[in-house]
């Protein structure tokens, strides 16, 4: 627009030179630095499963980026921003065809609840996983101006949250492992889904992978009660035991939609 404006009195010729020359260096050179000094690059990978995960979103942006899906990530289950950081690293570079301009985090802050019924399983317990919200932020460093913290549990904070208006959704992953928490955030989710965004499970495995429990339980009953509406077409498996979905909206499957 601005390099438009500047270079509407030059003719084509010198115009093109420009362009060629100079504007398209400028830009990669700018969105070079602004990837290189303003995003955090200090995810251990070495940690189990997070090469996966690395992998997972690395193929999540180039969806996002071939298919111009623009719009903000979210993450529902954020402790020790493992994950978080993979998604700022990758899908939030700068210069992409894509836009994904802002990161919410959405977590107690307090670790996981007390689990009842079919969340009990040997590994949780109430409190587990608990990083608090200000050490959360540290680790974000330079990437912080571009993340928005939702502090409390799902069932309540949810309930009363709502996102700046004309707000969409990209992708939000899913990393909260009980049933009855997934519950909840896929229950928030319905009102933000859009044709073409990416809903991703971390924990799909957990509970021996068994169908009716966890994510995959709280899945099947959310996605069976709004069919009508929307269809969910599979997507990445996540090697380290998670699953995603591309959401179709039924009335948009087949048309000229572009985004
Ligand atoms: C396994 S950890 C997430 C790991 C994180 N994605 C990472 O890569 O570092 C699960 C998180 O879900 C949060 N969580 C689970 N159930 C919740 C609920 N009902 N409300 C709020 N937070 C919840 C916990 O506080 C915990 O931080």
């Excluded at 298919?67 to 020790?80: A, K, M, P, Q, S």
């Excluded at 007390?114 to 050490?135: H, S, V, Y």
Aim: some cysteine; hydrophobic content about 35%; glycine content about 6%.
């Amino acid at each position: 627009m601005m390099y438009k404006k500047i270079t509407k009195i030059l003719p084509k010729k010198l115009k093109d030179f420009i362009y060629k020359n100079f504007f398209l260096n400028f830009l990669y050179f700018s969105n070079y630095f602004r990837n290189k000094f303003l995003i955090t690059k200090n995810v251990d990978l070495s940690y189990f499963g997070h090469k996966s995960r690395q992998a997972f979103f690395e193929s999540c942006r180039y969806y996002l980026q071939y298919n111009r899906v623009n719009g903000i990530y979210t993450e529902f289950g954020c402790c020790e921003a493992n994950t978080f950081r993979i998604s700022l690293n990758t899908l939030g570079m700068y210069g992409k065809p894509h836009d994904i301009n802002h990161f919410y985090a959405f977590d107690s802050f307090e670790g996981m609840p007390e689990p009842k019924g079919i969340d009990k399983a040997l590994m949780w317990k109430k409190g587990i996983c608990r990083t608090a919200e200000e050490d959360f932020l540290k680790l974000l460093k330079k990437d912080r101006h571009r993340v928005t913290t939702v502090k409390g549990f799902y069932e309540k904070s949810l309930k009363n949250f709502k996102f700046p208006s004309a707000t969409k959704i990209a992708m939000a992953y899913v990393d909260c492992d009980y049933y009855s928490s997934t519950k909840a955030v896929l229950k928030f989710l319905e009102k933000y889904l859009s044709h073409g965004m990416i809903l991703a499970f971390d924990d799909w495995d957990c509970y021996f992978a068994d169908n009716k429990r966890g994510q995959r339980l709280a899945f099947s009953e959310w996605s069976n009660k709004i069919k009508s509406k929307y269809t969910f077409e599979q997507f990445r498996r996540i090697s380290a035991g998670g699953n995603s979905f591309i959401v179709h909206e039924n009335k948009k499957i087949g048309t000229d939609f572009e985004g």
